[in-house]
């Protein structure tokens, strides 16, 4: 006869293997790219949907409402994003504080929350500080023609014309790596490679 204490124990490793499996395999349909470089910067491909795409006219209202709350509290709240697979609007939640803010909006549609790193306030000034690296001198600025909201991953997407692993290696170096992604769109307006 085996102790009870003995049973007990393999009964929760196997459910905790079960729990794990079971999260392992039914990850959200919109998580992020899994294409993260060693840099720690996520790359984003042509096509991917990284920004809000509200189903209707009160998910539109309600993401309006979230983002103007997200930049108004920047320090404390991140990117909202609506999941296309779950349809619910997800809040992302930097400080303590930030979770008090969303409590006290009153969203009524179906949500839910993330914790993140970054807020809001600090995504928008990588995405301003990027514009003007060409004027600093940065080697291959010029390719940088874009900077937008990467929703769906709380972070700044920067849109580039063509790949450079020195310019990648510039936005590792003097931003938080985690922050960023970048899209390499050879059809876009920026400048040819040097």
């Known amino acids: 006869m085996m102790p ?6 393999r009964q929760l490793a196997r459910l905790s293997l079960l729990a794990l499996s079971i999260t392992a395999c039914s990850g959200p349909v ?18 991917e949907q990284v920004q809000a795409k509200p189903p209707n006219e009160d998910f539109a209202v309600a993401f309006s409402r979230a983002m103007e709350l997200a930049e108004a509290n920047g320090d404390d709240l991140g990117y909202p994003w609506i999941d296309p697979g779950t349809g619910e609007i997800i809040l992302s939640i930097v400080t303590p504080r930030g979770r008090e803010l969303v409590e006290a909006a009153g969203i009524t549609l179906p949500h839910r929350t993330r914790n993140v790193t970054h807020g809001a306030a600090e995504l928008r000034r990588i995405q301003d500080d990027v514009t003007f690296l060409h ?11 874009s900077t937008v909201p990467d929703h769906r991953d709380n972070r700044a997407l920067i849109v580039i014309s063509s ?22 769109d050879p059809t876009g307006t920026g400048g040819a490679p040097g």
């Not at 919109?30 to 096509?47: E, K």
């Not at 004027?135 to 390719?143: A, H, M, N, Q, T």
């Not at 692993?165 to 938080?176: F, V, W």
């Open 135 to 145: 004027s600093r001198g940065v080697p291959d600025s010029e390719l940088i023609y």
């Open 163 to 184: 790949m450079s692993p020195s310019l990648l290696e510039y936005l590792a170096a003097h931003y938080a790596a985690d922050a960023l992604a970048v899209k390499v």
């Open 4 to 9: 009870r204490a003995s049973v007990g124990v």
């Open 30 to 47: 919109a998580s992020p790219s899994p294409s993260v470089l060693a840099t720690g910067i996520l790359m984003v491909d042509i096509g």
